[in-house]
């Protein structure tokens, strides 16, 4: 990791966690239509392990308004994106 910048490793970070989300949801929809919604690799894999969630603020500036909120959901497949991405900027080119 010498020559790469702490950037590059923020965003594949982000898109190993992307990627990994949209894996999981895949395999909910296909757990679902194999009625296996509630089976123990589900729970696993699937529901988070972690949630924060931050609610809605407003902040009313009388020109405009803007509402402001986040969330945060950790499961496995999320570490498993994670651990992924930072392979991948570790031992890539």
Known sequence: MKN???????????????????????????????????????????????????YPMRLNLLVMTLTLGFSLDFNVLSLIGIGAAYYYVKYSY
């Open 4 to 54: 790469k910048s702490v950037g590059h490793l923020i965003v594949a970070i982000f898109v190993g966690i992307l990627a990994s989300r949209v894996f999981g949801a895949v395999l909910n929809v296909v757990f679902g239509s194999l009625g296996l919604e509630d089976n123990m690799v589900s729970r696993v894999l699937v529901d988070p392990l972690v949630a924060y969630e931050f």
